[in-house]
């Protein structure tokens, strides 16, 4: 990380559907006064506001919401911006808030816009640069590629369906919320409560150039990131690229061994041969015929399924 210069031009997009707005809390106040604002609740009027901020000169977007925001942000800026992204400030105010709390945050409301602006004025924001994931889904027309930062699928999807299902209605957020709703995809596959969680779904994965491997896969994971949040972080191996991704095959063998080495942070030398593969790429196209979850929301794959990558990178400022 890096400091950037205090010349900024600041934009905000606040997400009035938020968690955290919709309790009525968050308000921006005199803070936001004078500053482009805009708290789109359509993803047209998303775009119209960055085509605005573009037009004015904007080169700092603080966004106010979730991973969900986030990426909707990350989505629409290529239309706007082109091949000169502004650099992104987090104001944390969603469910999960993974990305904030690997990129950092100023947090969210008046106060933490305050030390945004006071540390672009000083000069003092720290800038970390990284790739985004971009999801394309081919054979579907007129269709925008995704831009975020975590894609799942498989026992993933479960989890959020889960979360969705379960812990959002008794108000359960942030790493409690993830952490059960793993836990109970895990616990209902290590003890067979459920199997076609455990004989996962059919697909097709070719990272890069290399041949593509089809069969039941129980999970896949893919990111830009060089963390994750709760200590995990199921990655390993070599490649070319910035796309870090994860293959299970099902149904998974020695699950709990394997989900032990993840929050070590260390692979075991039997994980590859008992259908636990991870390497980097530049490409990783994938056919499925099952939702995939990025950034926390549910998405079905085109008919030709999908390609990720990472063609761009954004900055993530934080004071």
């Known amino acids: 990380m890096s400091g950037a210069g205090s010349a900024r031009r600041i934009g905000i997009i606040s997400n009035p559907l938020s968690r955290l707005l919709r309790k009525g809390r968050g308000g921006l106040g005199a803070q936001a006064a004078g500053l482009p604002l805009a708290a789109p609740t359509t993803t047209a009027e998303l775009r119209t506001a960055l085509a605005d901020f573009a037009a004015r000169g904007v080169d700092l977007v603080a966004v106010q919401g979730g991973d969900g925001t986030l990426r909707e942000v990350l989505t629409a800026l290529p239309a706007a911006f082109g091949d000169h992204p502004p650099d992104i400030a987090l104001l944390a105010a969603g469910k999960t808030n993974l990305a904030a709390r690997v990129l950092g945050s100023a947090g969210p409301g008046e106060a933490a816009l305050a030390r945004l602006l006071q540390a672009a004025q000083r000069g003092t924001l720290r800038r970390r640069l990284l790739p985004v994931l971009e999801v394309a889904r081919p054979g579907l027309h007129d269709t925008t590629p995704l831009n975020g930062l975590l894609f799942g699928a498989g026992a993933f999807t479960e989890a959020k369906l889960l979360a969705d299902r379960a812990l959002h209605r008794r ?10 709703a793993l836990a109970g995809v895990a616990l209902r596959s290590l003890w067979g409560r459920d199997a076609s969680l455990r004989t996962g779904a059919p697909m097709e994965l070719a990272p890069d150039d290399l041949v593509p491997r089809e069969g039941q896969r129980f ?101």
């Open 171 to 180: 108000d359960i957020h942030n790493r409690l919320m993830v952490l059960l």
């Open 219 to 319: 999970l896949v994971l893919a990111t830009p990131l060089d963390q994750l949040m709760l200590g995990l972080w199921p990655f390993w191996g070599e490649g070319p690229g910035p796309v870090r991704w994860l293959d299970v095959e099902a149904p998974p063998q020695r699950l709990a061994a394997a989900l032990w080495a993840s929050v070590q942070g260390r692979p075991r030398s039997w994980m590859p041969a008992a259908g636990y593969r991870s390497g980097n790429a530049s490409r990783l196209a994938i056919r499925l015929g099952v939702p995939f979850v990025l950034d926390g929301e549910v998405f079905e794959p085109g008919p030709e399924g999908l390609v990720l990558s990472a063609p761009r990178r954004v900055a993530f400022m934080t004071p």
